[in-house]
C-alpha cells in the first residue's frame, strides 16, 4: 500500500498560479502512471493530468498549455503546477497512483474572479 498526501492548495485570484504537491509514503520509482484528479461541487471526480514512470504526460483538454505534471521519484514526489487559474478550475485536487488506486484526502483550490 501507499500513502498519499497533498499540500500546496489555497485561494488564488484568477490568473494566479499555485503547484500542488502529493507525497507518497513508499517510492514510487516503481509506479508507472501517478496523476491528479478533480472535483468540483456537484460534478463528477475528473482526471486532470497524469504522468508515466518515463515522464510522458497528458493533460484534459480544459488545462493543457496551462498546467504541468511532473515527478520527482527521489523524493516520491508528484507536484502539479498550475497557471493562469480560472474560477472554474475551482475544486479538491487528489492525486493517485496506478498501481494500489491509493487517493489522498486532497488539497482544496479556489480560484476568485
Known amino acids: 500500500q501507499v500513502q498519499l498526501v497533498e499540500s500546496g492548495g489555497g485561494l488564488v485570484q484568477a490568473g494566479g498560479s499555485l503547484r500542488l504537491s502529493c507525497v507518497a509514503s513508499?517510492?514510487?520509482?516503481?509506479?508507472?502512471?501517478m496523476s491528479w484528479y478533480r472535483q468540483a461541487p456537484g460534478k463528477e471526480r475528473e482526471l486532470v493530468a497524469v504522468?508515466?514512470?518515463?515522464?510522458?504526460?497528458n493533460y484534459a483538454d480544459s488545462v493543457k498549455g496551462r498546467f504541468t505534471i511532473s515527478r520527482d521519484n527521489a523524493k516520491n514526489t508528484v507536484y502539479l503546477q498550475m497557471n493562469s487559474l480560472k474560477p472554474e478550475d475551482t475544486a479538491v485536487y487528489y492525486c493517485?497512483?496506478?498501481?494500489?488506486?491509493?487517493w489522498g484526502q486532497g488539497t482544496q483550490v479556489t480560484v476568485s474572479s
Open positions: 493517485k497512483d496506478s498501481l494500489f488506486g491509493s
Open positions: 513508499r517510492s514510487i520509482f516503481s509506479i508507472n502512471n
Open positions: 504522468i508515466s514512470s518515463i515522464g510522458s504526460t
